[in-house]
């Protein structure tokens, strides 16, 4: 059988920037093993796959090279570009995805943009672990556990010229993986963040969408702003547009086409 696949590069700002993610485009669903064996075969930060339930209504599973994740934002954001730009929801203006984290709604905007809704997701003040603080070398000056743990830093120096060790990341248990994030020294850019998850076979991340469910309410509380831009740092990485929604938080982005074909399942 062979099952349409692209690799996009989402949050991009050209063809060789952003986060690629693979896309696979079902006529039936296959078993989570064999999906989880395909993520590994590409061995993408996220393979995605896309089953059509009804018109614009389709399902959406996201994988790691080693897990199933439970939301993706930079892997829902590639899927929607192919979707729009594929053919798939031809005419339409938003498509709405149904996944283990509930609805998602992605709207393409005027600008060729993506305007991603996601939850906006609770998170706790914690006590930074030795083994956390050890894992990234550096001290925060405030930490939260929620999906991810966010550790908060004095300056943006310190998160550019973290250093962090994924053997020591990847034995941190209770989070999906690890923000770091300050305030931005770029007057156009409101914050700036680095996102590590090892025990997802992703020792750092390229550009992330749902790590921002977390970040968004942080730093609008903090900055006392709706819409703020973000950079992550990253040698891939962009600057993009977030903020709060009534129903949550959104994030924007454009997304790039790098590969067009087929596996063989």
């Known amino acids: 059988m062979n099952v349409p696949y692209y690799q996009v590069n989402a949050f991009c700002k050209d063809s060789y920037s952003g986060n690629p993610a693979g896309v696979c485009v079902l006529k039936d669903w296959l078993s989570t093993d064999e999906l989880q064996s395909i993520a590994a075969q590409t061995y993408l930060p996220e393979t995605v796959f896309l089953f059509l339930n009804s018109p614009n209504q389709w399902s959406i599973r996201w994988f790691s090279p080693l897990v199933e994740i439970d939301l993706s934002g930079h892997g829902t954001l590639a899927a929607s570009h192919i979707l729009f730009e594929e053919g798939f929801s031809e005419g339409a203006k938003s498509i709405c995805f149904s996944s283990s984290s509930g609805e998602l709604k992605v709207t393409k905007l005027e600008n060729g943009a993506l305007s991603l809704a996601l939850p906006s997701l609770p998170s706790r003040i914690c006590v930074a672990s ?19 743990c966010l550790c908060v830093f004095s300056d943006e120096s310190i998160v550019l010229d973290m250093q962090p060790d994924p053997i020591l990341l990847k034995r941190i248990t209770g989070a999906r993986g690890i923000i770091a994030t300050a305030l931005s020294a770029d007057p156009k850019v409101d914050y ?34 709706d819409t703020l831009r973000v950079k992550q740092l990253s040698s891939r990485g962009t600057s993009f547009k977030c903020g709060v929604s009534k129903n949550g938080i959104w994030v924007e982005g454009k997304a790039d086409t790098f590969m067009r074909g087929h596996i063989s399942i």
């Open 130 to 148: 030795p083994l956390l603080i050890e894992g990234l070398g550096a001290y925060p000056n405030e930490t939260y556990i929620g999906l991810d």
């Open 192 to 225: 700036v963040t680095r996102y590590f998850a090892p025990a997802c076979g992703v020792d750092e991340d390229e550009v992330s969408g749902s790590i921002h469910c977390i970040l968004v309410p942080y730093w609008s509380k903090k900055l006392e702003k």
